[in-house]
């Protein structure tokens, strides 16, 4: 059951379905009215140009994608050594016209200390350091690239229409 609207995304080949973020990744058949729980984590899902496949973010520093054909959950990218994570800078994943590449901002949260909060009564409290990139992916040739800074929006211009099939994924 969806409890919170935390991202949405149609079926590209125009089936009746539509996948939900909220208490998890969820699959909604608008025809029957059944909606099945996917994965019981997730945010921000977008469908592949395929119907094949169902990306989406668990934090700001991670990607991960659902295999529809078997069920099965890969994490495609993750920051390493991330502890604190958290989802204030997650946004989803955007593919290029001809799906060979896709983006997305990934960040990280690195404990930097710990401070005492005057407007607390002095109570002691943690102090975080962000680092945040942009990621290219080549799913066709398997190949990463990465950007620092943050991008608020990210948008494909151009570009040939041809598409990448959902196997070429690495």
């Not at 379905?17 to 998890?24: D, H, I, K, P, T």
């Not at 529809?68 to 993750?78: D, F």
Request: aromatic share 8%; proline share 4%; net charge positive.
């Amino acid at each position: 059951r969806c409890t919170t609207a935390e991202g949405a995304s149609f079926d590209p080949l125009g089936a009746a379905r539509v996948v939900l973020a909220g208490g998890g990744i969820h699959i909604w058949d608008t025809e029957s009215g059944r909606c099945n729980q996917m994965a019981a984590k997730g945010r921000h899902p977008v469908w592949s140009s395929d119907g094949h496949r169902i990306y989406f973010r668990e934090s700001s520093s991670d990607l991960h994608y659902i295999d529809l054909s078997n069920g099965e959950r890969t994490c495609l990218l993750s920051v390493t050594g991330q502890q604190a994570r958290e989802l204030w800078f997650a946004q989803p994943i955007c593919f290029s016209p001809c799906s060979r590449y896709a983006a997305a901002p990934v960040s990280s949260r690195r404990l930097r200390g710990v401070q005492q909060n005057a407007s607390s009564g002095g109570e002691r409290e943690r102090v975080y350091r962000y680092a945040h990139a942009t990621v290219i992916m080549d799913f066709e040739k398997c190949e990463l690239w990465q950007c620092e800074g943050m991008a608020s929006r990210i948008e494909w211009l151009g570009g040939a229409r041809k598409k990448v099939p959902a196997s070429a994924v690495c």
